[in-house]
C-alpha cells in the first residue's frame, strides 16, 4: 500500500500563490504517474496535473496551463504542486493521487492511491 498525505492549503487572496505538498509513505517503489486532482463546492472531481516519475513528461489540464507548476522530488518521495496567479475559481480541495502506471492520464480511475485532499480558497 502507499499513503499520501497533502498539506500547504490554506486562504489566500486571488492573485496570491500557494505551494502544494503530496508526501508519500509505503510502497512507494510501485508508483510512477502521480497527479494532482481537486474538487470545487458542487462540482465533479476534476483534473490538473499530471507528472511521471522520472520528472518528464508532465501534463496540464488548460484551466490551470501556464499558472501551475507540478514537480516531484524522488529521493523525498513527495509531489508538489506550486499555484500562481490564483483565481476563486481555484477553489477546491486538492487531492494527491498516485499510480502504479507510468501513462499521465486524466482520468481518476487510473490512479491506485488517494490523499485526503487539502482545502485551498481563494478570496476575490
Known amino acids: 500500500q502507499v499513503q499520501l498525505v497533502e498539506s500547504g492549503g490554506g486562504l489566500v487572496q486571488a492573485g496570491g500563490s500557494l505551494r502544494l505538498s503530496c508526501a508519500a509513505s509505503?510502497?512507494?517503489?510501485?508508483?510512477?504517474?502521480m497527479a494532482w486532482f481537486r474538487r470545487a463546492p458542487g462540482k465533479e472531481r476534476e483534473f490538473v496535473a499530471a507528472?511521471?516519475?522520472?520528472?518528464?513528461?508532465?501534463y496540464y489540464s488548460d484551466s490551470v496551463k501556464g499558472r501551475f507548476t507540478i514537480a516531484r522530488d524522488n529521493a523525498k518521495n513527495t509531489v508538489y504542486l506550486q499555484m500562481n496567479s490564483l483565481k476563486p475559481d481555484d477553489t477546491a480541495v486538492y487531492y494527491c493521487?498516485?499510480?502504479?502506471?507510468?501513462?499521465?492520464?486524466?482520468?481518476?480511475?487510473?490512479?491506485?492511491?488517494w490523499g485526503q485532499g487539502t482545502q485551498v480558497t481563494v478570496s476575490s
Open positions: 493521487a498516485a499510480a502504479r502506471s507510468s501513462s499521465l492520464r486524466i482520468v481518476e480511475g487510473a490512479y491506485d492511491y
Open positions: 509505503g510502497r512507494t517503489f510501485s508508483t510512477n504517474a
Open positions: 507528472i511521471n516519475r522520472s520528472g518528464v513528461p508532465t
